[in-house]
């Protein structure tokens, strides 16, 4: 792809050698003069004279005294994330079924579906425009997937679940399992029934072996353009909303709500109808109690969770501790000195 119909393509001004060919993308310092490379910060940038990249990707105020090929974008990393999509296009299976899947009686599927080997498609499910099923994965009955989505190898996707258009489902996710909801009723526990649904919206990615549990009752909820990245467990009846991203090896239990544009960082763990509100943001390894709610725009870390700054205080307070402590056993020797005195 030559410099200038990338730039068209993105939209965006370029600078110097359009008709540059691109092979591919590479890191700043390893990118070559057929590769695609960008700047996004001000240590890039004072890199960006050595680099050997053909093309870079920089932000409208970015210095170009040597008269390098560049492209201009506000968002140079999203920017570069959007080239990378053309420059490295996914390989899509053909569309067709293959011999060895099993579908079920009403099975609809749109055109240019591809269905890979021993899939299984339950009765009664539908199968959008240009969606990618993959080896080994189990769609449940009454189960609506949109269009041009990729369900990778080894997907579980259970009864009653629906899904929007362009959605990603890595291997081994599992989508529509039961909630853990169980009685105690005298010396055993009675399991409560999980009679509700799943509802991915659209633009949705969820990582690999992540699990989000069908409601009790009603539906669990996941928003337009939210990310889970590997290992996320997202618990009955929780409701999350647009654009959030969780990293992995978090847990929300049963009826959390998250809300547009929070940030959860791994291993958190969040209780029961806990609520984290638009914008907030939540640190790598922090706890958020029972029926907490952590406000629009905080930003907390630690357990429990608290704002970032009372957090950083514990923290310095904590380090001091094995001096306090000596200064502590020191005075005690000092005063029995005077009391044996």
Not at 140 to 169: F, P, Q, S
Request: with cysteine; glycine share 14%; net charge neutral.
């Amino acid at each position: 792809m030559r410099v200038r119909e990338l730039a068209e393509w993105l939209g965006a001004a370029y600078e110097g050698d359009g008709e540059r060919e691109l092979s591919g993308a590479a890191p700043l310092d390893k990118a070559g003069a057929c590769e695609l490379s960008f700047v996004a910060n001000e240590k890039a940038a004072a890199q960006a004279a050595a680099s050997a990249a053909g093309c870079l990707i920089v932000p409208p105020d970015f210095a170009n005294p040597g008269g390098r090929t560049v492209i201009r974008c506000a968002n140079p990393r999203a920017a570069f994330a959007r080239a990378l999509s053309r420059l490295h296009p996914e390989t899509k299976p053909p569309a067709g079924i293959h011999p060895s899947a099993v579908l079920g009686p009403e099975v609809e599927c749109g055109p240019e579906v591809s269905i890979g080997p021993l899939a299984v498609i339950g009765e009664g499910s539908k199968i959008g425009r240009g969606t990618m099923i993959g080896a080994g994965t189990v769609i449940g009955r009454r189960v609506l997937i949109g269009e041009d989505c990729r369900l990778h190898a080894n997907v579980t996707v259970y009864d009653d679940v629906d899904i929007g258009d362009r959605v990603i489902l890595h291997s081994g996710c599992v989508i529509g399992a039961d909630g853990f909801g169980f009685a105690l009723e005298g010396e055993r526990y009675q399991k409560f029934p999980q009679v509700g649904r799943v509802s991915i919206a659209s633009d949705v990615e969820i990582g690999a072996n992540s699990c989000v549990d069908r409601a009790a009752l009603g539906v669990t909820w996941i928003g337009e353009g939210t990310k889970l990245d590997n290992l996320v467990h997202i618990a009955h009846n929780c409701r999350i909303g647009r654009h959030v991203v969780i990293a992995a090896q978090t847990g929300l239990s049963g009826g959390v709500v998250v809300e547009d544009y929070a940030v959860i960082g791994g291993q958190v763990g969040i209780g029961d109808k806990a609520r984290i509100e638009t914008r907030a943001v939540l640190g790598s390894g922090c706890g958020v109690l029972t029926s907490k709610i952590i406000r629009s725009g905080q930003v907390v870390w630690g357990t429990p969770a608290r704002p970032l700054k009372e957090y950083l205080e514990l923290l310095a307070n904590l380090g001091k501790l094995p001096e306090l402590r000596r200064e502590l056993a020191e005075l005690k020797l000092r005063l029995w000195k005077l009391e044996e005195k």
